[in-house]
């Protein structure tokens, strides 16, 4: 079965460097979440987009920025990165049919390594 | 605020021992509740849910867990443990109705003794 594809799966920046890190959701999915998780951490929500528009916002820092494209596909778009960005980056994904009790998806993850 | 805590973030079993992962919740509503797995270098897996109805939740690898309102627990257990058990387990709740963000745990990493 097709599974949350996210790209690349490793990605080394320089502090003060850009990064976008892409999500294909599972076909027909519509929802996609966004959620980092620290060294020894727990994932944190980032952000959701249903249907293209945001649906929640977590603990995202203004420095990120999101979307979700016509196709579903989201990317997240980090600028002025920190240290403290390093971390491994899961996206979700999900079919919005009965509410949040619809299953999250998850991808393998990007692991972003700032430099 | 809505929180999750797993009591012990490591747990040791012996191959063919029960499996007993404990997780609490602080939640004002009722909560829908999971357990997802992480196998080193991989994505989250989720195990079991539990939305509504019965509270005796039967998930994949032969998992289990019950929800238990009196005590606010979502304990996950297994009759027997095997060596591919050893992994992260995180609890997440979904804390309310008018929303879908997963709140995780710190996790529990579990190591599975031959």
């Known amino acids: 079965a097709a599974g949350v594809i996210q790209s690349p799966r490793h990605l080394i920046k320089e502090k003060r460097e850009t990064a976008t890190l892409k999500c294909y959701p599972i076909p027909r999915h519509d929802t996609v979440y966004w959620y980092q998780q620290g060294p020894g951490q727990d994932p944190q929500f980032l952000i959701s987009f249903y249907e293209k528009m945001q649906s929640d916002k977590g603990s995202i820092p203004d420095r990120f920025s999101a979307q979700q494209f016509s196709d579903y596909h989201s990317e997240l778009n980090m600028s002025s990165l920190e240290l403290g960005d390093s971390a491994l980056y899961f996206c979700a994904s999900s079919l919005k049919a009965g509410g949040p009790t619809d299953t999250q998806y998850f991808g393998p993850g990007t692991r972003l390594t700032v430099l | 605020a809505q929180s999750v805590t797993q009591l012990g973030s490591h747990v040791s079993v012996s191959e063919g021992a029960l499996v007993l992962l404990r997780c609490n919740y602080s939640?004002?509503?009722?909560?829908?509740l999971f357990w997802y797995v992480q196998y080193p270098n991989q994505g989250l897996q989720l195990l079991l849910k539990y939305t509504t109805g019965a509270t005796l939740v039967k998930g994949i690898n032969g998992f289990e867990a019950e929800f238990k309102k009196s005590e606010t627990s979502f304990h996950l257990t297994k009759p027997s443990a095997h060596m591919s058990d050893a992994a992260e387990y995180f609890c997440?709740?979904?804390?309310?109705?008018?929303?879908?963000?997963?709140?995780f745990g710190t996790g529990t990493r579990l190591q599975v003794f031959p």
């Open positions: 997440a709740v979904i804390p309310s109705y008018n929303t879908d963000k997963l709140i």
């Open positions: 939640s004002s509503v009722p909560p829908y």
